[in-house]
Structure formats: structure tokens, C-alpha cells
């Protein structure tokens, strides 16, 4: 059994406001800092990269997406890298359901 302490819900009354403002609270606590990589893991993200465009298979990709300040998300979507724009330095990921642009920037983890 949880204290009201740990639960703050098992109040009798709890205003909307403020359980909007500790489920917000919350939300911020898993918020991340941009990780920081080494040349040899961008290298290879890179080459990962180039390769699904050239021979047209699935990767997973990961990036670091901001949210507040200096903190943000990480997200992850598979597909085939359709589109690698040079000029905008970034990639597009296509698969069944969507498209999406990925700066090369934000690109945390690649995986095949």
C-alpha cells in the first residue's frame, strides 16, 4: 500500500490544476540532456546511413528531439532512408505508416 505522500492523488480533494502541474512535474523528470558523441559513432552512423539509401534496407534511428531548454525527448523510428539532404544536413526516413526529415545534428544511435 502507497503513502499519500507517493500517490498524491489518494487525497480527498485534488484540484484539476494541480494534478495537471504534478503529471507536468513528472513529464520534465524524464526529459534528457543532448548527448554528447564520440567521431568514431558518428562515422559509423554515417556509413549505416549511406548504406540503407544505397541498397534500400530498414534502420532504426534515434535522435535527440528538444523539449525545454536544454533538455529533450529521445525518439526512435524505422525505416529506409529515402532522401539524404547535404545542403540542410539531414535524412529522410520513410516507412509504412510515415515520412519524416531528421537533422543529422540530433541523430543519437543508429541501428541495422
Same mark, same amino acid.
Given at each position: 500500500?502507497?503513502?499519500?505522500?507517493?500517490?498524491? !492523488?489518494?487525497?480527498? !480533494?485534488?484540484?484539476?490544476?494541480?494534478?495537471?502541474?504534478?503529471?507536468?512535474?513528472?513529464?520534465?523528470?524524464?526529459?534528457?540532456?543532448?548527448?554528447?558523441?564520440?567521431?568514431?559513432?558518428?562515422?559509423? !552512423?554515417?556509413?549505416?546511413?549511406?548504406?540503407?539509401?544505397?541498397?534500400?534496407?530498414?534502420?532504426?534511428?534515434?535522435?535527440?528531439?528538444?523539449?525545454?531548454?536544454?533538455?529533450?525527448?529521445?525518439?526512435?523510428?524505422?525505416?529506409?532512408?529515402?532522401?539524404?539532404?547535404?545542403?540542410?544536413?539531414?535524412?529522410?526516413?520513410?516507412?509504412?505508416?510515415?515520412?519524416?526529415?531528421?537533422?543529422?545534428?540530433?541523430?543519437?544511435?543508429?541501428?541495422?
Amino acid at each position: 500500500m502507497t503513502s499519500r505522500i507517493e500517490n498524491p !492523488f489518494s487525497m480527498r !480533494f485534488v484540484l484539476p490544476e494541480q494534478r495537471e502541474l504534478y503529471l507536468q512535474m513528472k513529464q520534465d523528470d524524464k526529459l534528457v540532456p543532448m548527448p554528447s558523441l564520440d567521431q568514431d559513432e558518428l562515422d559509423s !552512423f554515417h556509413y549505416m546511413i549511406r548504406d540503407s539509401a544505397r541498397e534500400d534496407y530498414a534502420i532504426a534511428v534515434s535522435w535527440w528531439e528538444p523539449a525545454k531548454e536544454e533538455r529533450g525527448n529521445i525518439c526512435t523510428i524505422w525505416g529506409v532512408v529515402r532522401w539524404i539532404d547535404q545542403n540542410g544536413r539531414r535524412i529522410k526516413v520513410v516507412n509504412d505508416e510515415e515520412s519524416l526529415w531528421i537533422y543529422m545534428e540530433q541523430i543519437t544511435n543508429v541501428q541495422s
